[in-house]
């Protein structure tokens, strides 16, 4: 079983040509409303990718709770951790240009009233993950996060948004998952200094123990775990809207680990998955099935045999090759 302990929004989207600059007006083109939030992304991802997965999070007592969680429910996602509040809903303020870049202001509502009282009723196996980030109270996060270690599961800890009060939560996580730039943020904030992605993460992982995860959009991901550095490629799409790929990611890597995949399989179903979040707009309309990717991964035979090098690495890391079989196929195609 799959926790996701987070955030449920629902995602107002506005399209531009070009992404404003402060105090700048510009016009749009087009807008919807589609259900998002981090948490409710990564759960729904992990669902698709045919992981059983529960929910545990908040909504308002508003017109906006419904359509929030109207496709958590058609994915079989566990909604019974889900409370109603008084309140408003999370929304977030999405913004997305002509590239397929974004920018995003988060309103929390009801994400801020998940408490502490959510997490200690939480029950973990050895079996089980946890997923987290850090659109709820910290808090909450930590005893969710403490629960879960003690159960023997995995946690995987998504650092976004970056905050400088989570920075305690990285002894708890057994994965720590990263962009480059939250990377770099963390990297600041516990004194490591620069030197790009991979020699951060490696130095992450060997001051604080837990395997981390950097995800570099177009080129893939990287883990470093026990000193050691692997890589895998992205799909290379064209990029409608990059809104979601990230909690994509997240939740296809928590399935894909709670199959017994090897991190490096696991990270090349997620990697894929979040490629194939790029070519659809909104967030969680844009999560790929499992078949969807298990295709994808089929069409391209030789993805993963790429090589990335890293200006700071002495050596070329070697990405993984990995092919559809019955490993990497799952329990379901969503």
Excluded: W
């Amino acid at each position: 079983m799959i926790t996701v302990f987070g955030s449920i929004n629902l995602d107002l989207i506005g399209n531009v040509e070009r992404l404003p600059r402060p105090g700048e007006t510009v016009p749009g083109t087009a807008f919807a409303n589609a259900p998002g939030g981090k948490g409710a992304n990564q759960a729904l991802a992990a669902a698709l990718a045919g992981a059983p997965t529960r929910m545990v999070g908040a909504v308002g007592r508003d017109a906006f709770a419904a359509p929030a969680l109207e496709l958590l429910r058609a994915g079989g996602v566990d909604l019974s951790g889900v409370r109603t509040v008084d309140g408003p809903t999370g929304v977030a303020l999405i913004l997305v240009d002509a590239a397929g870049e974004n920018v995003i202001a988060v309103i929390p509502g009801a994400n801020g009233r998940v408490g502490e009282k959510d997490a200690s009723a939480l029950q973990f196996s050895p079996s089980d993950a946890l997923v987290l980030q850090l659109e709820v109270p910290v808090a909450a996060i930590t005893v969710a996060a403490e629960r879960a270690r003690q159960a023997g599961a995995h946690v995987l800890l998504n650092f976004a948004p970056f905050r400088t009060d989570a920075l305690g939560l990285i002894q708890d996580a057994t994965h720590l998952i990263v962009n480059e730039s939250e990377c770099a943020l963390v990297a600041t904030a516990l004194g490591i200094p620069g030197g790009g992605p991979a020699a951060q993460a490696k130095a992450i992982a060997g001051k604080h123990g837990p395997a981390v995860i950097v995800t570099l959009g177009r080129d893939g991901a990287l883990a470093v775990v026990d000193g050691k550095t692997e890589a895998v490629s992205a799909l290379q799409v064209t990029a409608l809207d990059t809104v979601g790929a990230g909690d994509t990611f997240c939740g296809y890597l928590a399935a894909g680990l709670s199959e017994g995949l090897p991190l490096s399989t696991a990270m090349a179903l997620a990697s894929s998955a979040g490629s194939l979040a790029c070519t659809r707009a909104g967030a969680q309309p844009a999560i790929p099935r499992r078949n969807e990717v298990n295709a994808a991964l089929s069409a391209s035979s030789r993805l993963l045999k790429k090589s990335l090098a890293f200006a700071d690495e002495a050596r070329v890391v070697t990405v993984v090759d990995v092919e559809v079989s019955d490993e990497t196929t799952g329990r379901a195609d969503g």
